[in-house]
């Protein structure tokens, strides 16, 4: 089956950097790629996704780059600011009938003032 | 708010016991998803149903069950309880079940004393 290792675990930048989370998945066939941004004690929310089919998707200060061929995916956040602290899901699934999503261990973001 | 809702917020029990979670999904959707995640640990999938039925099976443990209704809220049953079930658990539902992106609820935390 499907598993997705997710570094780092832990990752402190200065308020205004660059953050860079990374994934890798298992399985050539999974074809959908979710990020998720979870704040402690509450659930977690979407904050972009991307399919097989596109290398990059933006969306203001967050990008993720998906690498079919080396089967990674990475999470860009641009200008960080102290409310990016939170910690950080990927997950891959096959869409090939009924969807599961299979999520990486997550990263613990602190953005320091 | 994603239009999921859970009960209760938190319910703390002793070990042996068995509890009820409740889930109802966002108007419109067919497919609910149980989660589970322990301290500091990931979302480990449980199990989905798509309209009443059972589709995919995680890492459920046979002394959990999980069932959907009619009306298409979902319940995830535990029972024989042990410290280690204690955790945050989630629901999310999606439109088919199939590929769309998963909105989570608020999660259902669980002490197991």
């Known amino acids: 089956g499907e598993n997705v290792e997710q570094h780092p675990s832990t990752l402190s930048v200065q308020e205004g950097d660059s953050a860079v989370i990374k994934c890798t998945y298992s399985?050539?066939?999974?074809?959908?790629f979710p990020w998720y941004k979870q704040e402690l004690g509450k659930r977690p929310q979407l904050i972009i996704d991307?399919?097989?089919?596109?290398g990059e998707k933006k969306d203001q200060r967050i990008a993720v780059t998906l690498n079919k061929t080396a089967k990674h995916f990475s999470l860009h956040i641009t200008e960080t600011q102290p409310e990016d602290s939170a910690v950080y899901f990927c997950?891959?699934?096959?869409?090939?009938?009924?969807?599961?999503?299979?999520f990486g261990t997550g990263t613990r973001l602190l953005v320091s003032p | 708010d994603s239009g999921v809702t859970q009960t209760p917020k938190h319910l703390i029990t002793a070990t042996g016991q068995r509890v009820t979670l409740r889930c109802s999904p966002r108007?419109?959707?067919?497919?609910v998803y149980w989660y589970q995640q322990s301290l500091d640990q990931g979302l480990q999938f449980l199990i989905q149903?798509?309209?009443?039925?059972?589709?995919a099976k995680g890492n459920i443990l046979e002394r959990f069950s999980a069932q959907q209704f009619p009306d298409l809220h979902s319940e995830l049953n535990l029972s024989s309880l042990e410290l280690g079930d204690s955790a945050l658990y989630f629901c999310?539902?999606?439109?088919?079940?199939?590929?769309?992106?998963?909105?989570f609820g608020p999660g259902t935390r669980l002490l197991v004393l």
């Open positions: 991307i399919r097989s089919n596109v």
């Open positions: 149903y798509y309209n009443g039925e059972e589709r």
């Open positions: 997950a891959a699934s096959i869409n090939t009938g009924f969807q599961k999503l299979v």
């Open positions: 399985d050539s066939a999974s074809n959908y």
């Open positions: 108007s419109g959707d067919l497919s």
């Open positions: 999310a539902s999606t439109p088919t079940g199939k590929g769309e992106t998963q909105y």
